[in-house]
Each structure stands twice: as C-alpha cells, then as structure tokens.
C-alpha cells in the first residue's frame, strides 16, 4: 500500500504520488519534462479530448491540423508574439547533417503556422467566420520546474483558431468560447473563474487576455485555459483581409481558446483526497469497476453475476472494467480508490443469489443495485455521484477566497485575495510584490465574493478606475 503525502501540507509532493501511483503517467521518460501516457491516463486524456470536441463542435468549430514545423520567417512576423516565445522555442536547425537554409521552429503555438494560410482561404465576406480548432502536441522549452500534466514541455494542446468580421465579432466568439467552457467544466465539476489579465500578463500579440483560474488551495491557483482577443494584431502581418459587402477591402479580427492536459492536472488537484485520484464520471478511464469476491465457500455464481453486470452495462455505453485479478478484495477496493473510479460494484456468493450488487461509490456513499434495474441503477448512483462531487469542489471554491482591505493582509494570504485595485502597473506591482505572486486581473461578470466595492484602492486609495481584481501565487 502507497501512504500518500498530506494534500494540505506537502501539495506538490502528494500530486506526484499520486500521479504516479495511479498510474496516470510515467515521468521516467529520458527528456525532462516530456512524459509517457500510460494506458490508464491516456484513457483520461480521450475523455478530456472527447469533452472538449463536444463542446466546441457544438458552436459550429471545425477540426483541422497543421504542421509541427513553422518557418522562422513565418514565426518572426508578429513583433510581441515573436518576444513572448523567444526564450521558449525549439529550433530544428539541420536535416541529417545538412543545415537548413531556412531554420525551423517546432511549434509552441499555431498562430504562426496557421495565419499564413488563413491569408489564403479568407477572401470573401462569405469565407467568415472561420472557427477552427486542431488538438495536436506543442513543445516549449520550460524553465521552471516541470510536473505532469501541469508544466510539461510536450504538450497536449487544444487551441482553437478563428477569423472574424469585426472587433464584435471577435468578442462575441470569446462569450462563446468561455460559455463552452462554462459546460466542459460542468463535465469536470470543476468550480472556475474567467479573469481578464492585467496588460502586462496578457498573451503575446493579444489586445486582451481572458485566463481560466482555479484555486488550488494555501492562495494558490492554476490558470487552466484561456480565451485571446487579438483584434487585426495578427491578420495585419499576416494579411488576412477580405472583400466587405460594400466592396472594400478589411482585416478580420481574431480570436483564440487554448486548453490542454493541464486540466487533467486539475481535476487531480481539486478532487483528489487522502485516497488519491478522483475522476468525475465523464473524464474517468473506467466509470464502473466490477469486482467478483470469491471465496472457497461462493462457487462460481459472483463470477457470473459479475460478467454478466460487465456485459450489459458495456452494451448500454458505461465504461466498465471487470477486476478479476487473483488478489484480496480489500486490495482491488483500496486500489480503484487510488484511481479514482467513481463507482465500485461488488458481488459475492449473498449478492449474487439475491440478484443485486453492493455499490460504493468514490466519495464513500455505500448503497445497492438490483440487476433487474441494473442499467438505471448504475445511472443513478453516477449522477448522484458528480453532484456531490461538484458540490464538494463548489463548497471549497467558495471557501479558497477572502476579501483583503490592506497591504498587510496580503502578505503570506493563505487565501485568493479579492480586492480593490485603481487599474494603474504601479499599484499592480505593489499588490504582486505583497502577495508575492500574481495580480491575476478583473473577473469576468459576478466575482467570487458578492460584496460592494471600496471606494479606493487598495494600495493608493485613489478612487477613480477602481475594479475588483483578484490576487494569488499561481502554480
Ligand atoms: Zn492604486
């Protein structure tokens, strides 16, 4: 048995074990930062995958996939861009031992891969919008301490791509995108708040930046997506323009929306326990666990009860796994909880005359189906299973942030720190340099904690421009 680190005290290290011994993925891999999808977390990584095409299909956004390689040519036309990644990129600069005339870089990002060809398909009115996504793997050199799913430098991307008419276009497309996530993260019964980052942490080339943040706990947070407005920042070097219907001749406005594997990361941060993992049903690898208990005394018949479970739920679409393994049922229980499966089935010789299975599910609640109703059942017990997880993750979201009123407060703030900010760098810096974190921005709509705003700032106590904004130490 794997004891696990306290979650509370020792964060990071509880994460890594149990990242690793749920078997989620395997970090040995010679290159640091680039890890192995083992087969139990790349089965997380489909459901996160087929999650997030769901949901931004369902506004009308295409797949396509681009190249790897981007032209350095191509890479350097956006001056802000181009600065924001430098230090970031990897270069491809031979072919065999040949050196490239034109060095190539491997992409850390697609904006420059695919603006030249937006260039191309965009001529008309007609042609627009273009909204287009591709999840493919991108590369950034890290600096700072890699972790799965959380700091990686081969990352599982997701990035969607998109042409506009005009500047509200382009801003009603990132309503779109964060309303699409609003839904993926009910998948994840994950709690959330969109930010509008402050103009120095904005993405490079955007003219606004809207991160997805999550707090992790001890007023820390994980931005775990983003939504870019860029405005003509891009379409200008890259020349994407049209033919309006009056006949003259525009640049389309674009926007971005970019996630990834962090959100597996996530996920294990805020739902995990002392246990280990915690899936929500629609990301985890298998929904249902069987498991037969068999003794000298039971016979055969929990067996077949348990196949015979594994076959119709398997028919009706769960994700079923049967453990059939030659070990102790206390074993297979404490292993599925390491896991995180959201719902444990167990049949033993008494189950299986009565026609019905003990069901407990990850969060502990102990219950029974009948195999009469056993497809029903099931459903019942996994619904009920992501609403008390989501109000688990809701009851501790609300509980991570904290109105600050002075300077004093944010030093060593073990909360999120909601406060008033005048909107100037200087005041911005000061608030980071107390917090010794992150100004993390301006929530988008209600914040996290509903109370009237001060009349000045916290750090100058001017009172014009003052908005609430959010303060922390990112991850
Ligand atoms: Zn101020």
């Known amino acids: 048995m794997v004891t696990l680190p306290d979650k509370r005290t020792d964060f990071f290290d509880w994460y890594l074990a149990v990242v690793e011994s749920a078997g989620l993925s395997d970090k040995r891999y010679p290159v640091k930062g680039m890890n192995v999808w083992t087969p139990y977390g790349f089965r997380a990584r489909r459901n996160l995958d087929r999650i997030m095409i769901r949901e931004i299909e369902a506004t009308g956004s295409e797949a396509v996939e681009f190249p790897a390689l981007i032209p350095q040519t191509e890479f350097s036309k956006e001056k802000e861009h181009i600065k924001g990644f430098d230090a970031q990129v990897y270069w491809v600069t031979k072919g065999g031992s040949t050196d490239l005339d034109l060095p190539l870089v491997l992409r850390p990002t697609s904006e420059t891969a695919m603006y030249p060809v937006f260039a191309l398909w965009v001529r008309s009115h007609q042609d627009l919008p273009l909204n287009v996504y591709q999840i493919v793997n991108t590369f950034r050199y890290e600096t700072k301490t890699t972790r799965p799913f959380i700091r990686v430098r081969e990352i599982h991307f997701f990035e969607e791509h998109t042409c506009q008419v005009d500047e509200a276009s382009a801003t009603a497309r990132v309503e779109s995108n964060l309303a699409a996530f609003e839904r993926m993260a009910t998948a994840f019964a994950l709690p959330f708040v969109p930010v509008r980052r402050p103009e120095w942490d904005k993405f490079a080339g955007a003219y606004y930046s809207v991160a997805l943040d999550i707090p992790v706990g001890e007023g820390r947070t994980l931005q775990i997506g983003s939504v870019h407005h860029y405005r003509e920042n891009f379409s200008r070097p890259y020349g994407i323009q049209y033919e309006a219907s009056d006949g003259t001749t ?17 996920v294990i941060s805020v739902h995990g326990d002392a246990k280990g993992a915690v899936f929500p049903r629609e990301l985890a690898p298998y929904e249902v666990v069987v498991i037969p208990i068999l003794s000298a005394a039971s016979g055969d018949t929990p067996r077949s009860a348990a196949n015979e479970i594994v076959a119709r739920l398997a028919r009706a679409g769960f994700r079923v796994h049967l453990d059939d393994r030659d070990d102790r049922p206390g074993a297979k229980y404490y292993y599925w ?97 107390a917090i010794d974190g992150a100004l993390l921005g301006t929530p988008e709509g209600t914040p996290p904690i509903d109370a009237p705003l001060p009349e000045g700032c916290l750090v100058c106590g001017a009172t014009t421009g003052v908005r609430w904004v959010l303060a922390a130490r990112p991850l």
């Not at 525009?250 to 996530?266: D, I, N, P, Y």
């Not at 609403?387 to 060593?412: K, M, N, P, T």
């Open 337 to 433: 909880e390491l896991r995180g499966a959201p719902l444990r089935l167990e049949v033993g010789a008494r189950e299986a005359a009565a026609r019905t299975a003990s069901a407990v599910d990850r969060l502990g609640t102990r219950g029974s189906v009948a195999l009469d109703s056993l497809e029903a059942d099931v459903e019942g017990a996994l619904v009920a299973f992501d609403r008390a997880l989501l109000g688990r993750a809701q009851a501790e979201f609300a509980r991570a942030f904290a109105l600050v009123r002075s300077v004093e407060e944010l030093r060593g703030a073990k909360h999120v720190a909601q406060l008033a900010w005048c909107g100037s760098e200087e005041c911005g810096h000061a608030i980071e340099q």
């Open 250 to 266: 525009k640049f389309v406005h674009q926007t971005t929306f970019g996630l990834s594997e962090r959100l597996l990361g996530a």
